[in-house]
């Protein structure tokens, strides 16, 4: 079977297409896709790369890129979402976590949904709650852990894999050790992964 390896940040937000969509193309393409979660604002602080801060002509163009391309895949965000997400790094603690034990998708698109489609920003309450209860975890137990100093370096060790794989940003799909960055390039990796 193809695999894919899909290193994401909850707090991207082209992620938002890809990870909404993802479950449909590996049924599609029988691809396996691993969910990789990461920070990629420390990958950005690293290389100097803040893409939309103080940049509001390009903020512009990239929330309504995503509503074009949302309407593309028959998804409905509500744009713009709010952004940047303070909790950012929390929520990638928790699907760090989630990866660990088996229920990193569904807590992913659960938070992607609330995110952009109820615009409660993925890392706080209600949304962080929510969506753990609904990958049908405890909120208290996997806050608690994912809090946790083997948590916290487990996302930093997962950060630096990316960055040693020459990840810039989210979302980025990995195969035999090439890379194709953006939702858009995801039916190229599929090919790629498939072509082997």
Not at 40 to 64: G, L
Not at 100 to 112: A, D, K, L, P, Q
Not at 129 to 145: C, N, W
Not at 149 to 166: H, K, Y
Request: negative net charge; hydrophobic residues 40%.
């Amino acid at each position: 079977m193809a695999t894919v390896d899909f290193w994401y940040s909850i707090g991207s937000t082209y992620s938002y297409l890809s990870v909404m969509r993802l479950p449909d193309v590996a049924r599609r393409t029988g691809c396996e896709f691993r969910w990789r979660p990461f920070n990629v604002r420390h990958v950005m602080i690293e290389q100097n790369n803040i893409p939309f801060k103080d940049k509001p002509v390009k903020a512009a163009y990239m929330w309504r890129d995503i509503e074009r391309r949302a309407r593309t895949y028959g998804l409905s965000p509500l744009i713009p979402a709010p952004y940047p997400l303070p909790g950012l790094v929390l929520a990638n603690q928790v699907a760090v976590l989630g990866a660990e034990e088996g229920w990193v998708e569904n807590y992913t698109r659960s938070t992607y949904r609330r995110w952009f489609e109820q615009g409660l920003a993925a890392g706080e309450d209600p949304n962080l709650s929510e969506s753990i209860a609904e990958a049908g975890q405890d909120p208290v137990r996997v806050l608690e852990t994912a809090g946790s100093g083997s948590i916290e370096t487990a996302l930093a060790e997962s950060t630096e894999e990316a960055m040693a794989l020459g990840i810039f940003g989210s979302p980025t799909f990995a195969v035999r050790g090439e890379i194709f960055w953006g939702d858009d390039r995801l039916d190229d990796a599929v090919a790629w992964a498939q072509s082997a």
